[in-house]
Nanobody, 114 residues
Framework: QVQLVESGGGLVQAGGSLRLSCAASRSIFSIGVMGWYRQAPGNQRELVATITSSDSTNYADSVKGRFTISRDNAKNTVYLQINSLKPEDTAVYYC????????WGQGTQVTVSS
């Protein structure tokens, strides 16, 4: 099992940037796939980005070109750089260990004002 703690959310104007961090309680080296999800009010939780242990990445179409996921195995941390923020990016962002184990963080709120 692994505990995940997100940070870096906040209130930002449209067009701004944020970097979310996800600190793991133990080494993430053996966690093959890590990712970020988000959930806006009234919506289902959606997968935003994933990164494998070999640093292969995938993104939802809605965030391609604006979001960048990365991982630092030495620091047991996964990051999500968010640029060119839009009001529709407003959501709670969750870090997740996806494979081979499943675990969720508690989420961090991102609010984008127009």
């Amino acid at each position: 099992q692994v505990q995940l703690v997100e940070s870096g959310g906040g209130l930002v104007q449209a067009g701004g940037s944020l970097r979310l961090s996800c600190a793991a309680s133990r080494s993430i080296f053996s966690i093959g796939v890590m990712g970020w999800y988000r959930q806006a009010p009234g919506n289902q939780r959606e997968l935003v980005a994933t990164i494998t242990s070999s640093d292969s990445t995938n993104y939802a179409d809605s965030v391609k070109g604006r979001f960048t996921i990365s991982r630092d195995n030495a620091k047991n941390t996964v990051y999500l750089q968010i640029n060119s923020l839009k009001p529709e990016d407003t959501a709670v962002y969750y870090c997740a260990a996806i494979s081979p184990i499943r675990s969720w963080g508690q989420g961090t709120q991102v609010t984008v004002s127009s």
